[in-house]
């Protein structure tokens, strides 16, 4: 029990240090009442690099994978983020398919025998994946929330795998095969739950300081203008059909006229690069506690987990250059073979030179224990997962985005170790 309350008491400290700042974050009152709308059409060419691993068991045999894979390859993606005052809907679809590669080990275990091998695969993979997360409010600050994740993969790969083979008889002999094979695999994710609080994104609140700031220096604005000529900037973008598309010059026109007719500014000029760099990831200020329910399915092992979590998010707009992002999460996991809990906290900042670019790092630290019944608690695994992160626009159309992480663990319980990147760059459509 001594574990347990070790890491039940450190989701309840950070809980307790950062609740009551957290729910009076300055603006939050005034953005919750605003609208974020915006729908994305991307288009492009992602890499990923990983660790993997998965296991199949039946009561006569075992397969075992444990891999490095890397994957190249075209996306496509609709992305969609829906916040009103009474509404916080999140959804988005990707498709993906490209060359693989990957290296690691290969174990397939029976009564008869046992293969145990290194392989290397090559290969080509399709993705899809499908997402869906909202939040209904009963008020400003309580609601309920549903979320789905659906996602499958399908491969055909070459296989060449070199080893020893050992049979019922102890007798061990080389074994070296080169074969094709092809894999689906699939999973489903689904939670429910309970909340209070908000988190609000504040593209529009910084898109409307960063311009007045540039274009109006030495004068000192006021909350409640920024958020006029925030709630403009809205207006105007959530008018956008992204298949469609639309014209920057003419969105540019209403704000100048906007900012002249309404809050008596000399015209900006025509600077449309500006306008242009406005479409940055979404920024979020404000807190939220919520706890409900969940399970995740798996057609490899673990195939069926379940359980209940609760978890605390802040974020906060430091200024308009600086973000910092925490979070926690507390979960007990129940499967077949064994229960675990696991706690998830994650503290990072979020730099902002211009709008046209973001940079991220954080630390992630992840302490986790298997539970066996109340009177069999195992030892507290700690994990480490140090990350960078990097956007940037690099014009009003293309976008790069790169995440790199790297897991420090005590042992492979929880999570494999090593490295873990992501490189994205596509053409968005908004």
Avoid at 21 to 38: A, E, L, T, V, Y
Avoid at 143 to 167: C, I, K, P, S
Avoid at 376 to 402: A, C, M, W
């Amino acid at each position: 029990m001594k574990n347990s309350g070790l890491l039940t008491g450190s989701f309840l400290l950070v809980l307790f240090f950062f609740s009551e700042k957290g729910f009076s974050q300055p603006h939050s009152d005034s953005i919750s009442q605003s609208f974020f709308i915006k729908k994305e059409l991307n288009t492009g060419v992602v890499f990923s690099f990983g660790a993997e691993r998965e296991e199949l068991r039946t009561d006569k045999t075992r397969n075992f994978e444990e891999i490095k894979k890397g994957f190249a390859g075209f996306r496509w993606e609709n992305r969609n983020w829906i916040f009103l005052p009474y509404r916080q809907e999140t959804w988005n679809i990707s498709l993906g398919a490209g060359p693989i590669y990957g290296k690691g080990d290969w174990i397939d275990s029976a009564k008869v025998q046992v293969i145990d091998t290194e392989q290397k695969m090559t290969g080509i993979q399709g993705n899809v994946q499908a997402n869906y997360l909202a939040r209904f409010y009963f008020d400003q600050k309580n609601y309920t929330l549903v979320g789905v994740n659906a996602w499958g993969r399908y491969g055909m790969f070459r296989r060449n795998a070199e080893g020893f083979q050992t049979d019922s008889n102890q007798v061990t002999i080389p074994y070296n095969e080169k074969t094709e094979h092809s894999k689906l695999r699939y999973g489903f994710q689904a939670k429910a739950g309970w909340g209070m609080g908000r988190l609000n994104i504040v593209n529009h609140y910084m898109t409307a300081e960063w311009l007045l700031e540039k274009h109006y220096p030495g004068r000192l604005f006021s909350v409640e203008e920024i958020m006029k000529v925030a709630r403009e900037i809205g207006r105007i973008k959530h008018q956008r059909n992204a298949s469609a598309g639309n014209s920057l010059e003419n969105e540019w026109e209403q704000l100048s006229e906007y900012l002249k007719t309404q809050l008596f500014l000399k015209n900006p000029g025509s600077v449309v690069s500006d306008w242009g760099s406005t479409e940055f990831r979404p920024r979020l200020d404000g807190s939220r506690f919520e706890f409900g329910p969940f399970f995740n399915y798996f057609n490899r092992e673990p195939d069926f987990v379940y359980g209940g979590y609760i978890k605390f998010e802040n974020h906060k707009y430091c200024s308009l250059n600086r973000n910092r992002n925490l979070s926690a999460r507390l979960s007990y996991n129940g499967y077949k073979r064994k229960d675990w809990i696991l706690l998830e906290t994650d503290l990072g900042w979020s730099f902002y030179p211009n709008l046209k670019t973001e940079y991220g790092f954080g630390l992630k630290y992840m302490p986790g224990m298997v539970v066996d019944g109340f009177d069999d608690i195992g030892p507290v695994r700690h994990n480490f997962v140090p990350y960078l992160e990097y956007f940037s626009q690099v014009n009003t159309k293309y976008r790069i985005e790169t995440a790199l992480a790297w897991r420090i663990v005590s042992n492979d319980q929880f999570m494999l170790p090593g490295p873990e990147l992501n490189v994205s760059v596509y053409r968005s459509r908004y």
